[in-house]
């Protein structure tokens, strides 16, 4: 699979007091850091997703690509902006991560891909399976580039639900463990990823 590696650090982190959730301290790593490392041997090469100023992530020495669509449409304007920037360099798709979750799967692209070929989809998502019921998460994700075009036009229609415009294309899901996607999204949230490497929870 010729898969470039996006990584989702677009949001606004309300919940944190804003800035960016990536750049936090897990244990004497950014939690953009633990994304990296998991991501990376996954995928071909990486870019970060954000708006901003780039140069706040200059030391991870990845490219910095902004949403190609105004206002903060949400994760499917990184998805969006994620399949141009990979179409131009010749990439065939993209695999998606947010850059709050640490513990993601080692072989999430491996098993999303999977996913597509079984199901004969040309998206896959990552699920888990919560209180008996399967929990999709939208914003780790195979996604292939040649379906660009077909999402700008969505989003520019107004559609900002993930499951919405993937539903559409009938979308693979790939079951994980429980928990698997675990994100930092409130101060409690990082003490308890600490714990987590800490081996306390």
Same mark, same amino acid.
């Given at each position: 699979? %010729?898969?470039?590696?996006?990584? +989702?650090? *677009?949001?606004?982190?309300?919940?944190?007091?804003?800035?960016?959730?990536?750049?936090?301290?897990?244990? *004497?790593?950014?939690?953009?850091?633990?994304?990296?490392?998991? +991501?990376?041997?996954?995928?071909?090469?990486?870019?970060?997703?954000? %708006?901003?100023?780039?140069?706040?992530? !200059?030391?991870?020495?990845?490219?910095?690509?902004? @949403?190609?669509?105004?206002?903060?449409? &949400?994760?499917?304007?990184?998805?969006?902006? &994620?399949?141009?920037?990979?179409?131009?360099? &010749?990439?065939?798709?993209?695999?998606?991560?947010?850059? @709050?979750?640490?513990?993601?799967?080692?072989?999430? !692209?491996?098993?999303? @891909?999977?996913?597509?070929?079984?199901?004969?989809?040309?998206?896959?998502?990552?699920?888990?399976?919560?209180? *008996?019921?399967?929990?999709?998460?939208?914003?780790?994700?195979?996604?292939?580039? =040649?379906?660009?075009?077909?999402?700008?036009? !969505?989003?520019?229609?107004?559609?900002?639900?993930?499951?919405?415009?993937?539903?559409?294309? *009938?979308?693979?899901? =790939?079951?994980?463990?429980?928990?698997?996607?675990?994100?930092?999204?409130?101060?409690? @949230?990082?003490?308890?990823?600490?714990?987590?490497?800490? &081996?306390?929870?």
């Amino acid at each position: 699979m %010729n898969a470039l590696g996006v990584i +989702l650090a *677009g949001g606004q982190a309300r919940r944190m007091g804003g800035g960016d959730k990536g750049l936090l301290v897990l244990e *004497g790593m950014t939690l953009l850091d633990r994304v990296i490392d998991r +991501l990376g041997p996954q995928v071909e090469r990486l870019v970060i997703n954000a %708006n901003g100023d780039p140069d706040r992530f !200059a030391e991870y020495g990845l490219p910095v690509i902004p @949403d190609t669509l105004a206002d903060f449409p &949400g994760p499917l304007a990184g998805v969006l902006a &994620g399949m141009e920037y990979a179409a131009e360099r &010749g990439f065939d798709h993209i695999v998606t991560a947010a850059a @709050d979750t640490p513990f993601f799967p080692h072989d999430l !692209a491996e098993r999303l @891909d999977r996913a597509t070929h079984k199901a004969k989809t040309p998206i896959a998502l990552a699920a888990t399976h919560e209180e *008996g019921r399967l929990v999709r998460h939208p914003t780790f994700g195979l996604w292939p580039v =040649s379906l660009r075009a077909d999402l700008r036009v !969505a989003l520019e229609e107004g559609l900002r639900k993930v499951v919405l415009w993937t539903d559409k294309h *009938g979308a693979a899901s =790939s079951a994980f463990e429980e928990g698997a996607f675990f994100n930092v999204n409130t101060p409690e @949230d990082l003490a308890h990823a600490t714990d987590l490497v800490k &081996g306390r929870a």
